[in-house]
C-alpha cells in the first residue's frame, strides 16, 4: 500500500523558498556528485556485488530468461542505490533495501508497462519496501538499549569541506518527505510532476517540499548567496 505525505497548511504550492539560481544548481551538483554515478562509469565493487547477488537469485528461480528487463534492472541500479542511503543513512541497510527492490521488480516484471519511467516503477517498489521495513521494526522493536536507533544516526563527519558523512549527517536532519523529495528532484533528476506521480502527491507539495530541504541544506553547507558556494567547489 502507498504511503504518500498529505499536504498541510504549511506544505502547500505557494510555500516556496527562493534560495537562487547558482545556489540552487551547485546544490544538485553536489548530491548528484555523491548519489548518482555517472552515465559509462564502472560500476563500484559494492554495486557489482549487488548485480553479482541479484544474477544468483535470477538463476535459482530457473525461471524464462528475460535479458532486456534484466538489463534495465541493473541500469537502474546507481540511482535505486543513492536514492536508498539517502533513506537510511547506512550502507548495508542501502544494499538490503535495493536487493529487495530488485526482487520484487523482477517478480513483477510483468506488471511493468514498456514504454514508461522503469526508475520511477522502482523508486514506488523501494518507497513502499523502505515504509514496510519502518513498520515491521516498529512492531518488532522496542529499542529500549537504543541499539536500533543508534544505525540510524549519521556517523561524525571526517575531514574536508563536505564529506559523504557529512552531506548523510545534514540530510538526515530534513524531514523525510522534503529529503524524499529533493534526493528524486535534485539528485536523480525527476521533474516535479514525475515526482508527484510516484509519491502520489500534488506537484505543488513536492515544490514546496523541495524548496524547503534546499533552504535548510544552503544554511547549513553556508551557501547564504551564490558567492558562497566556493565553500563547496
Not at 547558482?22 to 544538485?28: M, P, S, Y
Not at 548528484?32 to 556485488?49: D, H, K
Not at 537502474?76 to 548495508?92: E, H, I, K, M, T
Not at 514506488?124 to 529500549?144: C, G, H, M, P
Request: proline content about 4%; glycine content about 8%; some cysteine.
Amino acid at each position: 500500500m502507498d504511503e504518500s505525505f498529505p499536504a498541510t497548511s504549511s506544505d502547500v504550492e505557494e510555500d516556496v523558498v527562493d534560495i537562487g539560481v547558482q545556489v540552487r544548481k551547485h546544490l544538485g551538483t553536489v548530491l548528484q556528485s555523491y548519489f548518482v554515478l555517472p552515465a559509462g562509469a564502472e560500476l563500484p565493487q559494492r554495486l557489482a556485488y549487488l548485480v553479482e547477488r541479484f544474477d544468483d537469485g535470477i538463476e535459482t528461480l530457473k525461471t524464462r530468461p528475460d535479458d532486456v528487463f534484466r538489463d534495465a534492472l541493473i541500469g537502474a541500479l546507481p540511482a535505486l542505490r543513492g536514492f536508498a542511503f539517502s533513506l537510511v543513512g547506512d550502507a548495508s541497510r542501502a544494499d538490503d533495501l535495493v536487493q529487495e527492490t530488485l526482487a520484487k521488480g523482477w517478480a513483477n516484471r510483468n506488471r511493468f508497462r514498456p514504454g514508461t519511467n522503469m526508475n520511477a516503477w522502482l523508486f514506488t517498489i523501494l518507497r513502499n519496501q523502505f515504509y514496510s521495513d519502518k513498520r515491521k521494526a516498529r512492531r518488532e522493536v522496542e529499542d529500549a538499549d537504543g541499539t536500533h536507533a543508534g544505525t540510524l544516526v549519521a556517523p561524525p563527519e571526517q575531514e574536508g569541506v563536505v564529506s559523504l558523512r557529512g552531506l548523510q549527517d545534514r540530510l538526515a536532519g530534513i524531514p523525510e518527505a522534503q529529503r524524499i523529495a529533493l534526493m528524486m528532484v535534485g539528485a536523480e533528476g525527476y521533474t516535479y510532476e514525475e515526482a508527484a506521480e510516484v509519491l502520489k502527491c500534488k506537484v505543488g507539495t513536492v515544490k514546496s517540499r523541495v524548496s524547503r530541504a534546499r533552504a535548510y541544506l544552503s544554511e547549513v553547507l553556508g551557501l547564504g548567496d551564490a558567492a558562497s558556494t566556493d565553500a563547496l567547489a
